[in-house]
């Protein structure tokens, strides 16, 4: 099933390092409507909960502390085939693997501070967009 809605979030590092407004600018112009946008700060409790998929990885702790040490911005994006498409539009995991022109590429220091997550399915997009947003706070 391809799917119209995406959940993403701008890291702790693009944010500290200033880059939240040009992510944002991007994501925008390259035709993704904002239905929900938030600023605020995960917990380690709150990034635990998040990424609790992830808690028999070894590096689960590493991630709740990177996740919680700074501002994050949560948003749920609209566009035809979100999830696919932003996922390419964002680049690999890893910028150094990432193609030239993504958000990772030109935004991201490492593969721990990789400035943003994508979702990466339906069922994960709708999980990750609940956890952060009511009903009321969508369009």
Known sequence: MVTNRTFTMIKPDAVANGHAGAILDR????????????????????AGQFYA?????????????????GPIYAAILEKDNAIEDFRKFIGATDPSKADAGTIRADFAKSIDANAIHGSDSDENAAIEGNFFFNNFERF
């Open 27 to 46: 994501i925008i112009k390259a035709g993704y409507k904002v239905v929900a946008l938030k600023y605020t700060k995960l917990t380690t409790e709150t």
């Open 53 to 69: 998929v992830h808690s028999e990885r070894p590096f689960y702790k590493d991630l709740v502390s990177f996740m919680s040490q």
